[in-house]
């Protein structure tokens, strides 16, 4: 009788202790909420704008603004001072089309003393101009020189309502301010580049700390509820209570799981190795087996798709081990071969037959049609010494 009731105890204990882990999971997931994006361009925007009041204030002149390179040889005006109203705002610009594409074009200053009848620019933008009520305008290039190497960032404009010549004077000062123009964007993108790294080694660290502490208590509760099963045989209750308990610690850990990969925050171009590697850790905190992550060699960035079909393929892998495997250790290996880059997910349990592959569930099945598509492929063999190897082959980017 006080055995029976020790186990009803202990039962409690670890109901309870579930409960606690799944709170934790929900305060993550509240904390994953906040975004940090407009940290990323709050100085860059600063640095924007405020040219742009700058050169209205500097030269004197009725509006000034500040037209941003969105892609090689295609500018977007979108910073703005003394405007009336917005018929420039947004206006794309490109390569060669008023003074702004003959800035682009050229590298230099460009100037004419109104708009509208200038013979020497192209006129696709002449009803936003006239819609602004614009007439003279100076512009130059806002240039950053990277090694020597003379790279533009943005064009700066200064305009008058009324026709009117600018002199050097007024080319020669616009040119300071857009030096210094270029010098503040350059800082904002160092100072945007060591945010970013801040944030990351802050978001490793709490992706140590939860995977350590929730972690290690969720899979501490999985061992103990399935040391329980058999000490509890044959009482359908507590076999009952005990399913459910474990039913609750498997969601807690599959939250927590996707709380540690949103955390890492990384596109999948460039943190494949890292999305591969945080997926080994997770598989190690649901099911307590060892699973390594060994990079063979340095791999070339593919682009999203593909990453995420050898992303899939490695979760998809993990999750048969856990279910069928009955597996022991798992390794997970990435490396370049034949043209192209490739996944490998072999343990050494006793898994589905090799006639089997690439598998009879929908995971498998979908995720060879998706390679096939790409030109890549997906296997799943029954190694000799009894484990199963699944293997994930994509071409490399055209």
Known sequence: MDSMCDRGRVTAEQRVAADRAVEHSNVLDELLREREGLLGTLDRVIALQGTAHLIRESLGVHAAFVGELERPGTAVIRWMAGNRTDAIQNLVV????????????????????????????????????????????????????????????????????????????AVRRLEGIADQAASALKLASVAESDRADAISAERRRMQSALHDSVGALLFSIGVQVRNLHQDVAGDPVLEGRLCRLEGDVSAASRALRESLLSLSESTPERALPVELAEHCRSFEARCGLPARFVQLAPVRPLDAERTALLVCAVREGLLNVEKHAHACSVVVSLGPSGGGVQVVVADDGTGPDAEDAPGTGMGLRSLAERAARLGGRVSLVRDEDGGCTLRAWVPEVP
């Open 94 to 169: 490109p390569t060669g089309q008023g003074v702004g594409g003959r800035v682009l074009a050229s590298g230099k200053p460009v100037r004419v003393s109104d708009y509208l009848s200038a013979p020497t620019i192209t006129h696709q933008f002449d009803a936003q101009v006239a819609g602004e009520g614009l007439a003279a305008l100076l512009t130059v290039p806002i240039i950053s020189r990277v090694r020597g190497k003379p790279e533009t960032l943005a064009i700066a404009y200064a305009a008058m309502r009324e026709p009117a010549d600018f002199g050097d004077d």
